[in-house]
């Protein structure tokens, strides 16, 4: 019941938090002049005598409160502007571009992960034996590399020398026709998930040759973060009484490690995470610009280029929901794996 | 004098630090009769936690046990546990001695709760009975009801037997008997709780350790060093982050289990009013050396070593009002421990032979007959025994 209480409490918060981040998100807007607002509107050079109606319009020049409802308003309405980037509304392009961030997020976040919590106790466990100098080794280089000269690396060898192995973008030339046509339904939009839903195996091995590089670019970097965080956790946790206490029970070293000293070590793993998973949500806009990935860094980094201000704001609003949310459920895991959080 | 259950000979333990080889325990012997109560004294790092660490090998890299023998008396046989191999060290830690931890609130996993961590004893060292009492209860149950349900019964128990020769260990991960079993665990686990004066055990085992107090965090330690009614007992200072009233309960409880269980414990502590209460015997401990052993009356009356004269000196009595005497120098770093006897620096009544040899233990009996033993150079001559 402690659990399931403190879960409700917590989203009511996160209701309050969200409030707080449309308000933040809404001053920072507030304090553009009326007609560099309006301005935004404007897809043509030809318009531009039409900023005053636009302000009338849009009631710009209203008071800041009557505003602020009514771009709330418009919020929910799913209007958030014109993207000059890419010469279409804000929430349409938003729609286009997200499955293909969250498609690389879900298949890189899992790897990072998983590998980096089995790697970091591995090395944890063997501690100052040859596992732990190589992979200590490992972290350091994979931490050290820039992310743009790796993916850089990755493209030269790959698209140099086995030319089509692992092509850049997000989808092949035929795949991609046959994606759009109306024999394949989308129902999330994200490439391979929609792939299996349809039944279209080679649809779906398109899309992970699409995705190897790009993933491997992202985990690698990462896998030496979370790596390095597990083991100096793991060793932490190793160090404390109730290890010593249950090997003094006659527990195996193995059960030590993975009933008592594991679970304490995850905490500060998990935090590290969910931001890495939030960071890469907000969009990777290096790596999806190496390969030519169209997803949400990709857009955002025209945009923010180009002032194209409605997608920036669509960004900032994203981002902060992402953040909120995503700092939400790494709560919800911390309270499911240290009962002393539930209290609080 | 009675049986001998531990006899333990010129135990040396070391750790190879970056600062160099901590030379933490030199070569201490002692042993522990059946049934009674040794104490084990000195002052932090002298050695006490790790002596007790090297008796279960929980000894980590980089300590390592150099040398010495653990012989260990049950059932007839008599075994040097430094020779045995890991899987019956395992078996022995928990089951036939195990150990109280001085600090309850990090001796408990914070995430684990109470149920789970004593449960985990009995899972440990009582598998196959926990084994056979399911599978009897279940019998009951069947024998009442048709012969279909004997069938089911005979397969279950075709099961059972395949699966304990297969692999101990691994009972517990087969699903529908991994849960009976841990169901019986519980059980076991409530009435050891109620049987240390925890309130309400049934409730108390579905918490986690931060919400109770911390004299109830010691009886969940204590607990789990009972669950398998050892041997031997090891408390490594058990009572040392309690408050009094708390601190005496704990003491007494110790005390009546030990007459319970006829347990042997070796309780080790800083606290020398806690040993007058609760040992019968005495080893007191030096950077890593034995430098008395002794019943505990004769201790406190005639202490012999100059440094358990001055431990007992720095003691406040309520009689007497004089400045409190403190032994001058500092513990020596166990890295480059002084040569010849370890206490010379700071001994007031150093010779020169106590700075180039070690001492030897000399033995003596007091009048009662019971031995008396002191390394120091200072009685080389017996009959200087009785009148310091």
């Not at chain 1, 919020?75 to 890419?86: A, E, L, M, Y």
């Not at chain 1, 030339?173 to 994200?190: D, G, L, P, Q």
């Amino acid at each position: 019941m402690n659990f399931l209480n403190y879960i409700i409490r917590r989203l009511l918060l996160l209701i309050v938090v969200l409030i707080g981040v449309t308000v933040v998100i809404f001053i920072l807007m507030a304090l553009f002049s009326p007609a560099q607002r309006a301005s935004a509107f404007i897809t043509d050079i030809k318009q531009f005598g039409d900023i005053d109606s636009i302000i009338r319009t849009y009631g710009l020049d209203k008071p800041v409160y009557i505003q602020y409802f009514n771009w709330l308003k418009q919020i929910f309405q799913g209007n958030f502007g014109w993207s000059t980037t890419v010469s279409r509304p804000v929430i349409d392009a938003f729609k286009f571009f997200f499955p293909n961030t969250l498609e690389l997020a879900l298949f890189s976040a899992p790897i990072i992960i998983l590998v980096g919590i089995w790697i970091g106790s591995l090395s944890a466990v063997h501690r100052d034996k040859p596992v732990d100098h190589f992979t200590r080794v490992l972290a350091i280089v994979g931490w050290s590399l820039p992310t743009f000269w790796f993916g850089l690396i990755l493209l030269m060898i790959f698209y140099g020398y086995f030319q089509g192995l692992f092509p850049p973008e997000a989808l092949g030339y035929k795949a991609h026709t046959f994606v759009n046509s109306a024999e394949f339904v989308r129902y999330t939009r994200i490439n391979s998930i929609d792939a299996l839903l349809n039944g279209e195996l080679w649809i779906f091995v398109d899309a992970i040759r699409h995705l190897v590089l790009p993933v491997i670019t992202l985990t690698v970097v990462q896998i030496a973060l979370v790596m390095r965080i597990m083991r100096s956790s793991m060793l932490e946790a190793m160090g404390k009484g109730y290890v010593l206490t249950a090997r003094a029970k006659g527990a195996a070293w193995k059960t030590v490690i993975k009933k008592h000293a594991r679970r304490n070590a995850l905490i500060p793993v998990v935090t590290v995470s969910g931001w890495l998973f939030a960071l890469m949500m907000a969009g990777v806009v290096i790596t999806e610009t190496i390969f030519n990935r169209k997803g949400l860094g990709w857009w955002w980094a025209r945009a923010a280029t180009q002032l194209d201000i409605p997608s920036v704001l669509m960004a900032v609003l994203f981002n902060g929901i992402l953040f909120v949310v995503t700092n939400l459920i790494v709560d919800i895991l911390y309270a499911y794996i240290d009962p002393r959080v539930r209290l609080g | 004098m009675g049986e001998l259950i531990l006899d333990i000979s010129e135990l040396k333990t070391n750790f190879y630090t970056y600062e160099g080889v901590v030379k933490a325990i030199d070569e201490i012997s002692f042993s522990l009769e059946k049934g009674d109560t040794l104490g084990i004294v000195g002052e932090t790092g002298c050695g006490k936690s790790v002596t007790v660490l090297s008796l279960l090998q929980l000894i980590l890299p980089p300590g390592k046990i150099e040398s010495g023998r653990i012989v260990y008396k049950a059932n007839g046989k008599r075994i040097n546990l430094l020779e045995q191999s890991e899987p019956f060290m395992r078996n022995v830690r928990g089951n036939e001695i195990s150990m109280i931890f001085q600090e309850a609130s990090s001796a408990l996993n914070p995430v684990l709760n109470i149920n789970t961590q004593v449960s985990e004893s009995f899972l440990l060292h009582r598998q196959k009975e926990l084994c056979e009492s399911v599978l009897e209860n279940l019998s009951e149950r069947v024998d009442k009801s048709k012969r279909f349900s004997r069938l089911f019964l005979r397969c279950l128990n075709y099961r059972y037997k395949k699966k304990l020769r297969k692999a101990e260990n691994n009972l517990l991960k087969h699903g529908h008997y991994g849960r009976l079993i841990k169901k019986d665990a519980k059980r076991l686990t409530i009435d050891l709780l109620a049987s240390l004066g925890i309130p309400n055990p049934s409730e108390v085992i579905k918490r986690y350790p931060h919400e109770l107090s911390g004299g109830m965090q010691q009886r969940v330690v204590i607990s789990m060093a009972l669950a398998c009614n050892p041997n031997i007992l090891i408390a490594d200072e058990p009572t040392s982050n309690l408050d009094v009233t708390i601190q005496a309960q704990i003491l007494d409880l110790i005390e009546k289990l030990k007459g319970e269980y006829k347990t042997s414990i070796l309780f080790i502590t800083h606290d020398l009013g806690v040993i007058a209460e609760i040992a019968s015997k005495v080893i007191v401990l030096y950077a890593g050396a034995l430098v008395e052993f002794a019943p505990v009356r004769e201790l406190f009356k005639n202490p012999l070593h100059p440094y358990t004269k001055a431990l007992l000196n720095s003691v406040p009595k309520l009689e007497r009002r004089e400045r409190l005497e403190s032994i001058r120098g500092n513990v020596p770093n166990l890295v480059d421990p002084p040569a010849g006897c370890r206490f010379h620096p700071r001994c007031p009544g150093v010779m020169d032979i106590c700075r180039s040899s070690k001492p030897e233990q000399i033995i003596n009996r007091t009048h009662g007959g019971q031995v008396h033993s002191v390394a120091c150079f200072l009685y080389r001559n017996t009959k200087a025994w009785y009148e310091n």
